[in-house]
């Protein structure tokens, strides 16, 4: 054992040998190795022992129950350098000097005091440690530098031997109106509590003192990206557990639609807590609640009677690597195409659907796309396919020339990273190009006026389909929190195809002539007459028969009352898509319909059932997908990576060495991360002992 290794267990023995019950933390950590954290602590040798054989390197915390502990913060922290007397004071006792250049001073507390952990209530940076709290002491690590004893400051004696704090201390731990604490208090609301004691806010004041903090920082003027910003960082560091951040949001918009004269009276009279209905007596963990997982859509619902099925087997007989996902969605795809502008349901939804399927690489994403190609070159649609979007404009300019595309597109990941990363406006407008067009599939779209022409023209009724395929992880790690709320990933249907099925030897066979007579009709169909039949065609609606009615009457209340859930969540991203659920029954059930049935389509029980249950799966994996991968900030995607590298993992869970190799990042991130996933309850660390060695184990919590 090295002498670091036998510093640290004789440190442990010889603190409990005082009477301090001692704990390991994480080694170059401040994370607790044990079960119940600082809760396990012990003075029994024989854990102790046990502890550190197992984990020699781990770091010693102590619990600061009936202590207190001052805790200056950094080396240049100016708190009582003007007043030598106070700061004489505080080394009556022992002083430990921490790796970052700060001071802990040590102390008991007095009978019949019962002080909890404060932040920030003697100055900016100085906290206390009492009940409730721990300290990592020497010889500890952090990042290479050790906690150290102060010269003369050394701990020798037992907790009821150390001195009591001095009385002016004590005035203001009894009063809790330290120099910070009166500053903030100023601008508190009349009767509301004092923000929760200690570095820790518990579940139940979490909501109140954020938005405290939130309106202090809204009453000095500051603006809504400047107070996010600090909401985010004492929600990740402070709040246990954690807000999810769609809650944070709300309580900024909450606070940010006051004026800055405006919020001190809005917070005394409570207007916060009536708006949001989420004060400290009724804040429920319901709100910060993962989104279950519905699993990868069964592949019994991969199949629509009639065309769709007839496009999708000869895919999948002709591929090199079937792949049912993608298959289907090519074919539906395809029929959705071939509908465009001549069928419509009595609520005028049109075809026009936008399709994503994600698969890894060489897994079939390209051959039902060559599929549709074959077919539609065969009767002469092959000019209405597109394969890529170039720019807003000429999405546009395509539709002009043909009403009716189909774009069939490869990596459409790369074009959302374009879109994100762009800073000019070309890439922007394929984004809202994409936007607008779906929503004018039963309308007109104005084209934009060009130099020179003082009439632009319009699109009448565009149908634009779009078939996109992607990597499953490059697609969600594309997508940006304002991709989730603008509308774009709402009218999206992202389908997932799963590992990649055995190969089969390619074979050369003819399009079946039925496939063939169906393309055909449709693409001879005129459901009105008339010159302006192409110009402006008034497209025939399949009607519903009853059952039909009643299930869309059924699924529309159920998205109905997802909305309101998310509504109430402040969710803007469950908003989106479940306010688009309803529209989207009704295309996939009219898509059911006309590929049963394309002679004399009728939608039935049968249609509507099949698509209510289609959509409303995809969208709970859709939003269950994007909470897990889609993130905010940098740091918060590294956190999701981490998420998602133990949830791949054989019983979603990987030793310390493994995951850090991983995750390609250096210790000091990665233990950050570590430690705001084992706070917010997301992964368990273990301790790990075979024969000879031990180890850390992070493991994905509730599996």
């Not at 440690?129 to 300290?135: D, E, S, T």
């Not at 807000?243 to 004026?259: D, G, K, P, T, W």
């Not at 936008?354 to 549709?372: E, F, I, M, Q, T």
């Not at 309803?582 to 059911?592: G, M, N, P, T």
Request: hydrophobic share 35%; net charge negative.
């Amino acid at each position: 054992m090295s002498d670091q290794k036998e510093q640290l267990l004789s440190a442990a023995f010889y603190y409990a040998e005082l009477g301090y019950p001692v704990f390991p933390c994480v080694p170059n950590g401040k994370i607790p190795l044990t079960h119940h954290g600082f809760k396990d602590a012990t003075t029994d040798s024989a854990t102790i022992e046990d502890w550190w054989s197992r984990n020699p390197d781990a770091n010693i915390g102590i619990p600061t129950e009936e202590l207190l502990v001052v805790d200056v913060d950094g080396k240049n922290n100016q708190y009582l350098v003007d007043d030598p007397d106070k700061m004489s004071d505080l080394a009556r006792g022992p002083l430990s000097l921490t790796p970052g250049g700060g001071r802990h001073h040590l102390f008991r507390q007095p009978q019949g005091k019962s002080w909890k952990n404060t932040s920030g209530k003697l100055a900016d940076k100085v906290d206390t440690r009492a009940n409730g709290g721990y300290i990592v002491v020497p010889p500890s690590v952090i990042e290479g530098k050790p906690y150290e004893w102060a010269e003369g400051y050394e701990l020798n004696e037992p907790p009821d031997e150390l001195p009591e704090p001095p009385d002016w201390l004590i005035e203001i731990l009894d009063s809790g109106n330290g120099s910070v604490a009166r500053t903030v208090a100023q601008g508190s609301p009349q009767g509301a509590s004092s923000p929760p004691c200690g570095n820790i806010i518990p579940s139940g004041q979490r909501n109140a003192t954020l938005a405290r903090l939130a309106g202090t920082m809204r009453r000095v003027g500051m603006e809504h990206s400047e107070i996010k910003a600090a909401l985010l960082q004492t929600n990740s560091s402070r709040c246990s557990p954690p807000l999810s951040m769609s809650e944070v949001n709300r309580i900024i918009a909450s606070i940010c639609r006051y004026e800055p004269d405006q919020i001190s009276v809005a917070m005394v009279e409570d207007h916060w807590a009536q708006d949001s209905k989420a004060s400290e007596s009724n804040e429920t963990e319901e709100i910060g609640k993962p989104l279950s997982d519905p699993g990868p859509l069964p592949e019994e619902i991969l199949r629509v009677p009639g065309f769709v099925s007839e496009v999708m087997d000869y895919s999948l007989q002709t591929a090199p690597y079937p792949n049912t996902a993608m298959s289907f969605c090519g074919a539906l795809a395809l029929q959705a195409f071939l509908a465009g502008r001549k069928i419509r349901d009595p609520a005028d939804n049109r075809t026009n659907i936008y399709l994503l399927g994600l698969a890894h690489s060489a897994a079939g994403k390209d051959w039902p796309r060559k599929v549709n190609t074959r077919i539609l070159n065969e009767v002469g649609l092959v000019l209405s396919l597109g394969d890529r979007f170039a720019s807003g404009e000429g999405i546009q300019d395509a539709l002009f020339i043909n009403p009716c595309m189909l774009f069939q597109t490869d990596e459409i990941d790369g074009m959302l990273q374009t879109i994100n990363k762009a800073r000019d406006a070309r890439h922007e407008n394929i984004m809202s190009t994409l936007l607008t067009m779906y929503s004018a599939a039963n309308s007109i779209f104005p084209m934009r006026r060009k130099a020179g022409k003082e009439h632009p023209g319009s699109i009448d009724q565009p149908c634009l389909v779009v078939f996109g395929t992607a990597i499953p992880n490059h697609y969600y790690e594309a997508l940006s929190e304002r991709m989730l709320t603008n509308g774009f990933f709402a009218r999206m249907i992202i389908l997932e195809s799963g590992r990649r099925v055995s190969g089969q030897e390619p074979v050369i066979r003819e399009i079946p002539d039925r496939i063939l007579a169906v393309t055909r009709w449709w693409t001879e169909f005129k459901p009105s007459s008339g010159n302006l039949n192409k110009l402006h065609p008034t497209p025939a609606t399949v009607e519903h028969d009853g059952e039909a009615k009643r299930i869309l009457a059924e699924s529309r209340e159920e998205a109905d009352a997802e909305y309101a859930n998310a509504e109430e969540k402040n969710d803007i991203a469950g908003t989106t898509v479940w306010g688009r659920v309803s529209e989207q029954i009704h295309k996939f059930a009219l898509l059911y319909a006309i590929s049963e049935n394309h002679e004399s389509p009728v939608i039935s029980g049968t249609a509507t059932e099949w698509a209510s249950r289609f959509v409303m799966h995809q969208a709970k994996r859709m939003l269950f997908m994007a909470q897990n991968h889609v993130a905010e900030n940098p740091f918060h995607a590294d956190c999701l990576k981490l998420i998602q590298r133990l949830r791949d993992a054989p019983k979603q869970t990987l030793s310390h060495s493994i995951l850090l190799k991983r995750m390609k990042m250096d210790t000091q991130t990665f233990q950050k991360i570590v430690a705001t996933l084992s706070q917010q309850g997301d992964i368990a660390i273990i301790q790990n002992r075979t024969s000879g060695r031990t180890g850390i184990l992070y493991r994905l919590r509730g599996k």
